[in-house]
């Protein structure tokens, strides 16, 4: 069954790489993300609350590293898992969080409001039900719930 289609079938290499029936599981995957996203949350929090102090880019330099850093490592293990999650409800919010961070980054004068919007996004994401973070934009329906 190809996981993307639904169709009966065998999928690509590619496709198969990316979407895997079951997402994978790294027994490290847990603990790095805990890290990752404690160190994520700490210098977000330095870049989001140094912005109405009218803090610039040389003095938040590396605490924008490190968000960017951490995210990118923090989205890279869920696309290792599978890929299938950018189609789901916790995909999708994190999707919209760059979006908004985006539009922070082309829109410098309002970035406090973009980015303001990408946290709140971003704590839906994090807490919203199974249900929601599982569901399939794709599929129309909740994907391997509970975790």
Known sequence: MDPLSGRPGKPGPLRALLFP??????????????????????????????????????????????TLGSGILLLAIDLARDAAILTQGSGVAVLVKLALLGMGVLQPEARLPWY????????????????????????WKVLRYPD
């Open 21 to 66: 029936p079951t997402p994978r599981f790294f027994p490290w995957a847990r603990p790095a993300q805990l890290v990752l996203r404690s160190l994520h949350i700490a210098a977000m929090a330095l870049v989001l609350g140094a912005i109405p102090f009218g803090a610039g880019y040389h003095a938040l330099r590396l605490p924008i590293l490190l």
């Open 116 to 139: 303001l919007a990408a946290t709140l996004v971003a704590s839906v994401g994090s807490h919203m039900p199974g249900s929601w973070r599982h569901f399939s934009f794709l599929h």
